[in-house]
């Protein structure tokens, strides 16, 4: 293990540090936001017991929402990215910093109020000089907490686009990379330590020389991002977002090797492990992200209204699909690469040896089985719903894993069967059998990129671009890919453009 982590340092450092910053930066910005509302707000309701008492009720309401929730409803209303990850994180940090700040406020020994009052000392005068640096262990205290809150949620900033070291701990978990999942944990866990320590060292600064450094952060920080903004030479920047796992990510590193290259003056954001279907199609119609790949089953089960079957023929299913998408979403679904990336039905080969299990019809026989599925495929049309309807399959569990988990739970026995698409290099590591099809319900897969119609026809030289790849890359290629990213842990950036490089595709 030491070595794998060695190893992977060593190949990501750079990636993993920016990453780290990204984490830092989100982090502070939060934290900073969340002390100049909180603070302020409890000294205003120092002598509104009530309206102080109300806030407090509402920061734990808030801090009982689950945290992917609330970021889910945020994404509508002010995109993906850094900012939801910042609104959701001053969300939960409220409930310390603004309960600790309120508490010590209000539980200031009576007497020594009494004292300045008598003295005749101005209001000014008795909160900075009194009240607060006596609730100043009080308010510290909140802060730490909520600072070390922020830290650990951040992670989740990954899930939107956001970045930071959650990134890590996603791919880990999506491809079974432990070095990634631990450097991931480890760095978000000594950031979190030092903040702590850091903050335990302001306890022994007076309040004044606290305000004015908070005050210069705010400053330098500030300039620091408008020196940025300036010295970065302007190139338009288009946002191209992947699903869950490793393939979407080869694909979309493809997509921005191939961009990046032909069109010089446009910057290409990748969003990895962006989240499932109707995430990305919903923030492609919202103009969040510009493109990402999807595939011909997938549209015609899932995205688009439509009462006929799907038609098992590769080129009729993707003119469907595109024409659907085009008359109901005003989207344009580009030429489909050579690959299917078909769903299937996978059990270990013992199973299927002990109860000669050779079709999908086979497992109506054998309600006993535990299964566990991709989220995808346990909601969706084409997966799940519609294949239990077409089979009579009965199962006497169900429960949803992300794809890598639930590879590891059918290898280790504690499922009997899960779904599987026909690129996993998981069959091959794990010697899985998959069920053939035999009612065909399984529709054709051909992955594409998707993007709006508007941006399609202002982007002429991008389409262009994403052209090259149809046609390309076969079943075998995209396995081999899979296997290199989920198996090996190379890196998808890099497996991506050495197969561009080969086929010739990249210069």
């Known amino acids: 293990m030491n070595d794998s982590l060695i190893k992977y340092w060593h190949s990501n450092s750079h990636a993993i540090i920016g990453a780290l910053g990204t984490h830092i930066e989100i982090s502070v910005i939060a934290a900073l936001i969340t002390i100049i509302i909180a603070i302020p707000l409890a000294v205003a309701l120092i002598n509104h017991r009530r309206a102080g008492e109300f806030v407090s009720q509402v920061a734990s309401v808030i801090q009982t929402i689950p945290s992917l929730a609330i970021l889910g409803l945020l994404i509508p209303i002010v995109g993906i990215g850094t900012v939801p990850a910042v609104i959701t994180l001053v969300l939960y940090a409220m409930m310390p910093i603004y309960q600790n700040t309120y508490a010590g406020l209000t539980n200031i020994d009576p007497v020594l109020i009494e004292a300045a009052d008598a003295m005749g000392v101005s209001k000014s005068f008795k909160l900075f000089r009194v009240e607060i640096p ?31 070291l959650g990134t890590y701990i996603l791919l880990g978990i999506q491809s079974n990379n432990n070095a990634a999942l631990i450097i991931g944990a480890v760095l978000a866990a000594v950031l979190a330590l030092v903040a702590s320590w850091l903050i335990g060292l302001l306890s022994h600064v007076s309040f004044k020389k606290l305000g004015i ?7 330098l920080g500030g300039l620091g991002f408008g020196v940025d903004k300036l010295a970065t030479p302007h190139r338009e920047t288009i946002t191209v977002a992947g699903k869950m796992g490793g393939e979407p990510e080869i694909l979309i590193s493809m ?34 992200i510009d493109i990402y790949p999807e595939f011909t089953g997938t549209v015609l089960q899932s995205l688009v209204k439509t009462n006929r079957d799907v038609n098992p023929d590769p080129k009729i299913a993707y003119q469907d699909a595109k024409t659907d998408l085009q008359k109901q979403d005003k989207m344009t679904l580009l030429q489909p690469m050579q690959y299917q990336n078909g769903y299937g039905m996978t059990v270990r080969r ?16 054998h309600p006993q089985f535990k299964a566990a599925f991709d989220p995808d495929f346990y909601s969706q049309r084409d997966g799940y719903p519609g294949l239990k309807r077409a089979y009579g399959l009965n199962f006497s569990s169900v429960r949803t894993m992300e794809p890598s988990l639930r590879y590891q739970a059918l290898h280790d026995g504690k499922v009997d069967v899960t779904d599987a698409y026909t690129t996993d290099p998981q069959i091959k590591k794990y010697d899985l059998v998959v069920l053939k099809d035999n009612k065909s319900f399984f529709p054709p ?27 390309k890359i076969s079943t075998s290629d995209m396995q081999e890919m899979n296997y290199k990213v989920t198996v090996e842990h190379e890196k998808a950036s890099t497996v991506a453009r050495d197969y561009l490089k080969t086929h010739h595709i990249l210069n």
């Not at 100043?136 to 949620?153: H, K």
């Not at 990129?449 to 090259?468: E, I, Q, W």
Request: net charge positive.
């Open 134 to 164: 006596l609730a100043m262990p009080m308010i510290l205290s909140g802060i730490r907490i909520g600072v070390v809150m922020i830290i650990g949620t951040a992670t989740l900033a990954a899930l939107i686009g956001g970045g930071g």
């Open 213 to 219: 450094g908070v005050l210069v952060v705010i400053i």
């Open 255 to 288: 997509y921005k090797d191939l961009i990046e290259q032909d069109n010089p003056k446009i910057n290409v954001v990748v969003k990895r492990n962006f989240g499932g279907t109707s995430f990305l199609f919903k923030s492609l119609q919202s103009k969040k």
């Open 350 to 365: 013992s199973v299927a040896e002990k109860y000669h299990l050779k079709t999908i019809a086979d497992l109506a026989k």
């Open 445 to 471: 897969y051909q992955g594409a990129p998707l993007m709006l119609t508007s941006f399609a026809k202002s982007h002429p030289g991008v389409v262009k671009s994403l052209h090259k790849l149809a046609g």
